[in-house]
């Protein structure tokens, strides 16, 4: 944060609402907030305030322009006026004066969310007295010689309210998490629409006009999402406390609060009644889908107010900027040079100078230019200075001083003495140096806060670094991968004591008492010109607008180009007409350029612009800059390692993503049943359309969907061990055919990276594998499918009564599945699978399908769509996601034809809502390798051990691998043979 000095005057505190009591002398400032004739300490805080009141005076040397300091005689009132501040939220105070015979009170009252501030004028009967030392003695004497002004705080606030407000800001934070959860989708959608023109899903062509839009679309789309965020944090905390934002806007303040209450609570209100008359079934799936869309709406007009008023506002600032310009101006021109100036400002080079006087003149930059208080230039400032580029830049002499929004808004932080708070501190980004400390004074910070602020910012330091290392350690990281991260943790303790370092300074002024505060100011020292500017506007425009836009629309990514062109357009408007950058040039005392003829408008005008300054940037845009720009961070480097993955030789194009000898298979050995209850679906029989499995269905299917992972050659081999030689077949001819048909019927699915096998009992009897997430390519699938409703899950979990929202969750997966490209779903996996299934039962085949993983979670949705029994291993689920699958799931589908197997701690089908059926069965996994409970083979021991293997053969992986008991042998050999070392030796050294 950077600060401006308090004016030469006095001033006074309080930490109620960081209430700021500013008391000036100088007749040149009549902006301040209470202005005195009479010294300052004719002031008196009520005990509602806590006490926490800080007093600071400053040093006043009078100008001579101001040498008299007019102090009234103690008959006379000493109050001149009361200027409300365009900082407070209410507006200006409601003035009450009661009468009687023998008194006569005053009253200025201040709305704040929950409570009322009131200013009262006194009489000093009362005990005189207060404060320590001298200046306890100043008060008294200043108090006896006549009135002064007591603030108190009052809580205007009720149980009914609160409750409301809570239910007004819940459904609002549900429709800012689904525009969250819509710009990670988009952002998804994008990098899975670049990894398809790049031909990572298998072998498709390459479309290098494809792969350069959706490649420069990014920045825009970025930029775009978090400005939205930035809109839905300002809107929930508006709504949160009442709407002081919103009371800004044109409309009188009756007319807004009847349009909050319509929008978020008369409209679903009537909704509900509504449907209830009706005697709808899903009354309450309506009203909250109502409410959603209310809400969503009235977000919208908020937000598309906000852009509104701060393109008019900049066109009124640039005509205080620009001294050739006047208000009868054409607008075009208005917005020519707003947009010129904006550009020039963020192309200029900047330095920073540290301040530690009050009394240095701002415009006297030599008086901080010595080696101490410079701040390292930046590259960008170094190369606009460089002489090869003087044609383009040129210096600012004498530099020109660039103000911080907070110091033009009014709005810097104080830490004093009695505002200083640890927790505080440490939360806040900079600690004591993100605001202003005082260093000096009665009321200054002490030795112990300051030593306290350092070594909590250190423990915390260290604390976050342990605590990462010591979750490495608990998941067992390998010694390289924990030596990387222990670099990156020191990279970041040591870039974080940067700050602590600087707090040190403070503490040496702390120590000897010397400086009031210190701060830091920002000068431009480099312009460039105004042909380079232009061209700079057209690049940015050209390259990172219309050229991504058109080619979204060539590649016929219809959906995307809309979405990116309207995003585009508003992050225009927020990026060329910004009032920051006219901000930053005026300074304090031109905070809004008023037009207003009534004082009521006028405050009405600077109040909202006080907010609209702000958004865009305070802590909350650069959050979600911050959140957006990791999202894209780790979606290039999936693609990236797609691509290589996809390319790489290690292995066959054949067995791309099959892994060798993935069982070792024993027979003569048998698990028998647990005594305890077996899982009541291990034999899992019946509605399986008369497939010959015996009592040991339920372990059949783990196996078959295990082997979908099988090098081709071996397959055959496991079918073979498990069911007997030749009695299952690996049917390739068959799903070759069918891909040889599609090939040449459709061409839809003839390079899809989706990998299955056909399992051909007698008489047509068979079951469709589905392999599960074995590349990279898969993992982004898995994504695009059920991304969106994993994160709807984890909103639901965060908000209190979250599960209120659950019967309109599917409904808002849908809406954000609306944005995948055509690109997109060429390769949606379901659909080919879905596609074999009705292949095969136009053949007369008897068909079930299986699979693991991304393939269980596809079984369930083809065995839904084509109306056959599906069994899936630890398979993500499809409730919330039903409807974005095309055709659409229904729940009787979901409730009747499918069934998920759920290992313990796994958190695969964890994702999405489970239908009706399902099995959990036990983890045997340590705590710390959850991750392995969702492996297929352990799924596998795990249901041979407690349901029994009967006479299907034991892996060797239960004991070797996942320290099962050994199974017992039933062999024909005299002595019994010992498990373990017959595996060993079957194994050797694979």
């Known amino acids: 944060m950077q600060a401006v000095p308090l004016h030469r005057g ?14 000036e002398k100088d007749s040149k400032h009549a902006r301040d907030e209470l202005e005195y004739q009479s010294p300052p300490s004719n002031m008196e805080v009520d005990p509602s305030l806590k006490n926490h009141d800080v007093e600071i005076t400053v040093n006043f040397n009078p100008t001579t322009e101001t040498t008299q300091t007019h102090r009234t005689p103690a008959t006379s009132r000493p109050i001149k006026s009361v200027y409300e501040d365009f900082s407070l939220q209410s507006g200006s105070a409601s003035e009450v004066r009661f009468r009687t015979r ?87 959608f994008l990098f899975i629409d670049l990894a398809t023109q790049l031909g990572i899903t298998s072998n498709q062509s390459v479309s290098e006009a494809g792969f350069l839009a959706v490649l420069l679309s990014i920045p825009v789309l970025v930029y775009s999402l978090a400005m939205g965020m930035t809109l839905m944090t300002r809107f929930v905390v508006d709504t949160f406390y009442g709407h002081p934002f919103l009371r800004t806007f044109g409309l009188d303040l009756v007319t807004m609060d009847w349009i909050a209450f319509v929008m978020y609570l008369c409209i679903p209100l009537v909704a509900m009644i509504g449907t209830l008359f009706m005697q709808k079934t899903d009354w309450w799936e309506i009203s909250l889908l109502t409410w959603f869309c209310s809400v969503l709406i009235f977000w919208g007009a908020f937000s598309s107010c906000v852009l509104w008023y701060e393109v008019k506002e900049c ?48 415009g006297n930059v030599e008086d901080t230019l010595d080696g101490k208080n410079r701040h390292p230039e930046g590259l960008w400032t170094l190369l606009t200075k460089w002489k090869y580029l003087s044609c383009l830049f ?9 103000y911080s929004l907070d110091e033009t808004r009014g709005s810097v932080s104080f830490v004093t003495r009695t505002s200083w708070s640890l927790e505080k501190l440490f939360c806040r980004r900079g600690g004591v140096l993100g605001a202003v400390p005082i260093t000096s004074g009665h009321y200054g910070i002490t030795k112990s806060q300051i030593n306290s602020t350092i070594a909590c910012r250190i423990l915390g330091q260290f604390l976050y670094v342990m605590i990462l290392a010591g979750v490495a350690v608990w998941f067992g990281m390998d010694g390289g991968a924990l030596a990387i991260l222990l670099f990156v943790l020191l990279l970041f303790f040591t870039i974080g004591s940067m700050t ?9 002024d702390i120590i000897h008492q010397r400086n009031v505060f210190r701060y830091w100011t920002k000068y431009r020292v480099t312009t460039p010109s105004v042909a380079f500017t232009w061209v700079f506007i057209c690049f940015e425009i050209v390259v990172f607008y219309f050229v991504p836009l058109l080619n979204l629309f060539l590649v016929k990514n219809i959906s995307s180009a809309l979405v990116f062109g309207i995003f585009g ?90 892994y060798p000898d993935i069982l070792h298979l024993m027979s003569d050995f048998e698990y028998e049943p647990q005594p305890y209850l077996p899982y009541p679906t291990c034999a899992l029989k019946k509605g399986l359309n008369g497939v010959t499995f015996d009592t040991s269905g339920l372990s059949n299917f ?17 079918l073979n061990q498990w069911f007997g030689v030749n009695n299952v077949i690996n049917d390739v001819d068959t799903v070759n055919e069918f891909k040889r048909v599609q090939a040449l019927g459709r061409g839809v699915f003839s390079n899809s990276a989706v990998a299955y096998r056909l399992f051909t009992f007698a008489d047509k009897e068979s079951v469709l594998s589905i392999r599960g997430t074995s590349t990279v390519w898969d993992l982004m699938s898995d994504a695009q499918l059920w991304l969106s409703a994993t994160l709807f899950q984890a909103l ?13 969750l599917h409904h808002t997966v849908k809406y954000v599945s609306f944005l995948e490209s055509s690109n997109i779903e060429k390769v949606a996996f379901y659909k080919e699978t879905a596609d074999f299934v009705r292949y095969l039962k136009a053949r007369g085949y008897n068909v079930l399908v299986t699979g693991h993983s991304l393939g269980g979670g596809l079984a369930l949705i083809t065995g839904s769509q084509t109306g056959i029994p599906a069994i899936g291993m630890s398979a993500p689920n499809s409730m919330l996601s039903r409807d974005t699958f095309d055709p659409p799931l229904t729940v009787e589908q979901l409730d009747t034809l499918t069934f998920n197997v759920v290992p313990a701690r796994d958190i695969i089908p964890m994702v999405d809502d489970k239908a009706r059926l399902y099995q959990n069965i036990n983890c045997t996994a340590p705590d710390n390798e959850f991750p392995d409970c969702h492996s297929i083979t352990r799924t596998l021991c795990e249901i041979q051990y407690s349901c029994g293997s009967g006479d299907r053969p034991v892996p060797c992986e239960c004991v070797i691998d996942y320290n099962y008991p050994e199974p017992i042998y039933t062999g024909n050999g005299t002595s019994e043979r010992n498990f373990t070392q017959v595996c060993l030796d079957a194994m050797g050294d694979k």
């Open 10 to 23: 006095a001033g006074k505190i309080t930490n109620h609402a960081a209430l700021i009591l500013e008391l």
């Open 102 to 188: 023998n008194v006569s009170r005053d009253f200025k009252i201040y709305n704040q969310p929950n409570a009322q501030l009131i200013l009262e004028e006194i009489e000093d009967t009362m005990e005189v007295g207060g404060g320590d030392g001298d200046l306890g003695r100043d008060v008294a004497q200043d108090r006896k010689e006549g009135k002064g002004i007591r603030i108190r705080q009052t809580y205007d606030t009720s149980y009914g309210l609160q409750f409301l407000r809570a239910i007004y800001s819940l459904i609002a934070v549900f429709v800012g998490g689904f525009l969250f959860i819509l710009g990670i989708c988009i952002l998804l």
């Open 315 to 362: 066109l009124d600032l640039i005509v205080d900027v620009e001294d050739d310009l006047t208000e009868d101006d054409n607008w075009s021109v208005k917005i020519r040079r707003t947009i010129v100036h904006g550009m020039t400002t963020r192309l200029s080079g900047t330095k920073l100078l540290y301040r530690k006087s009050l009394n240095a003149d701002d």
């Open 394 to 402: 040129s210096e600012v002499d004498p530099p020109k001083r660039i």
């Open 500 to 508: 602590t370092y600087r707090m040190l300074d403070v503490r040496l």
């Open 569 to 658: 357009l508003f992050s225009a408007l927020r990026h060329y007409l910004n009032a920051q950058t006219l901000l930053e040039e005026i300074g304090p005392n031109h905070f809004s350029h008023l037009h207003q003829h009534s004082e009521s408008a006028e405050w009405k005008k600077k109040q909202r612009f006080y907010q609209i300054a702000e958004i865009g940037a305070d802590n909350a845009r650069w959050f979600w800059i911050y959140t957006f720009v990791a999202f894209v961070v780790f979606f290039v480097f999936v693609v990236l390692l797609a691509a290589y993955d996809s390319k790489t030789g290690a292995v066959t194009e054949e067995n791309y993503g099959f």
């Open 702 to 718: 783990a196996f078959l969907a295990g082997i979908a992972y099988a090098y081709e050659n071996q397959t055959q081999t496991y």
């Open 796 to 808: 639901r979990v965060v908000l209190p009564l979250g599960n209120l929202f659950t019967p309109i």
